[in-house]
């Protein structure tokens, strides 16, 4: 990248961290380009740069049979060289744009990023709409990135803490594709060839499948064309393999034992799909149990007032075809019982009666309020909450209904959401030294 270039992007990238505030109270317009795709965009020329971000659906659990680690692989692989181009030239022309171009894969999805000068977008957008359209999976970058994948592989046969979380993995999941390693295994990253990775992307990158938001310097009628030349040519359908849900294994113990200083422990409990109509009080219930940062009650009584452990806490994890309630933390392994035996008096606590009136007021006014600072603090933060509010199809209007959302929970519906997630009986793993 020139160094005026540089000097450009860097300035741009300041200006959208301090106008973001503004930026995001712009009205969300949802754009249809000429061939009918739909995205949503903020527009905010205070800035002269433009942040986008896509996925398309699928991800990691279409990996096909003996081909685990393919969607990992192709997302290092679409800035190596597309169309006519190859790998140096392509990132030659990248650097000349000054665009940053990243792609990558989870369980559910394949997504990409690109930000961009306002002034440079044409270029920039060629470039993208190669990569996207047109990958050349040349072998040099194959055995190049696959390499470098498997050598993170091998790094991480030595980490106790991937060890465990891969046993975990199967026993929470059995042959579900979300119990597979989603960077794929040193035997099946080796079967992977060229016409491998260009059949996946031909199945998995689609219009059907795609979801597209934008925030920055481009008007609508640009952004559609936009869309039009960078998402226009590719099929109409994607063709995925149905996935099942997943049937959590819970009710188990999974122990790791391994010479480490400390003992991790997680449980993992039933959650709730973002869609369900009990996913406000069960949001609010976790802050309260373990979601707040300092002050939940699990975070309390394990490190405030016995210092346990340095961190303690509890998430929603929810995905396309899974959803749970998951607790962790790690303490002295001579201390391993005592903290385990903290966790499961704090849930079945919060089970029993729930939390108190003063707690729920107090964890509505945090929820609200730290909003806009974990999901919309820069112009691609913004991009990443637009794709994922299109993704649970939660509503153009979603911002500002939130906070009325998480106000209108009541303490009787945080009480049987507690009753009804964690009275049962949870799966755990323990990670450490072994017992005597």
């Known amino acids: 990248m020139s160094a005026s270039i540089m000097k450009r992007f860097a300035a741009a990238v300041v200006l959208a961290a301090i106008t973001i ?14 061939k009918g795709i739909r ?35 192709m997302t290092g692989l679409f800035d190596e060289g597309a169309g006519d181009l190859d790998s140096e030239k392509f990132q030659q022309q990248l650097d000349d744009v000054g665009a940053e171009m990243s792609f990558s894969a989870d369980d559910d999805a394949i997504s990409g990023t690109v930000r961009m000068l306002s002034d440079r977008r044409d270029a920039a957008v060629d470039l993208l709409a190669l990569a996207v359209n047109k990958p050349r999976f040349d072998q040099a970058p194959i055995d190049r990135i696959r390499q470098q994948v498997v050598a993170g592989i091998k790094a991480s046969e030595r980490d106790p803490n991937t060890i465990a979380g891969r046993k975990f993995a199967e026993a929470l999941y059995g042959s579900h594709p979300y119990g597979r390693q989603s960077e794929g295994k040193v035997e099946t990253l080796g079967t992977i060839t060229h016409d491998d990775l260009a059949t996946f992307h031909k199945r998995n990158f689609a219009r059907d499948n795609l979801i597209v938001a934008a925030v920055g310097s481009i008007s609508p009628e640009d952004f559609a064309a936009l869309l039009d030349k960078v998402f226009g040519d590719l099929p109409e359908k994607a063709q995925l393999e149905p996935v099942s849900d997943a049937k959590l294994g819970l009710d188990r113990t999974t122990r790791v034992d391994y010479v480490l200083p400390q003992t991790s422990i997680s449980m993992v409990y039933p959650g709730v799909r973002r869609q369900d109509p009990d996913f406000f009080p069960v949001f609010i219930m976790n802050h309260i149990l373990g979601g707040g940062t300092f002050s939940s009650r699990i975070y309390n009584e394990v490190r405030e007032k016995r ?21 962790s933390t790690a ?38 309020g730290s909003y806009a600072v974990n999901n919309l603090d820069s112009s691609s933060a913004v991009a990443s909450t637009l794709v994922g509010l299109q993704d649970q199809k939660l509503g153009r209007d979603y911002i500002d209904r939130r906070a009325d959302l998480i106000n209108s929970v009541t303490l009787e519906q945080v009480k049987a959401a507690a009753q009804k997630l964690l009275l049962t009986s949870p799966a755990v793993l323990i990670v450490g030294p072994p017992q005597s």
Not at 21 to 34: D, G, L, Q, R, T
Not at 44 to 64: C, H, N, T, Y
Not at 309 to 323: C, I, P, Q, R
Not at 334 to 361: C, F, H, W, Y
């Open 331 to 368: 303490t002295r392994a001579d201390r391993s019982n005592e903290t385990l035996q903290i966790l499961k008096d704090e849930v079945a606590r919060m089970a029993k009666d729930g939390p108190t009136e003063e707690e729920l007021v107090e964890a509505k006014k945090y929820l609200v």
């Open 307 to 327: 210092g346990l452990a340095y961190s303690a806490g509890s998430t929603l994890a929810t995905k396309d075809h899974m959803s749970a309630l998951i607790i």
């Open 21 to 34: 505030a503004p930026a995001y109270a712009v009205e969300i317009k949802e754009v249809v380009s000429p």
């Open 39 to 73: 995205a949503w965009l903020v527009q905010d020329d205070f800035v002269p740069l433009i942040s986008m971000r896509f996925s398309f659906k699928g991800g990691s659990a279409q990996d096909p049979s003996g081909k685990d680690g393919i969607a990992n692989l």
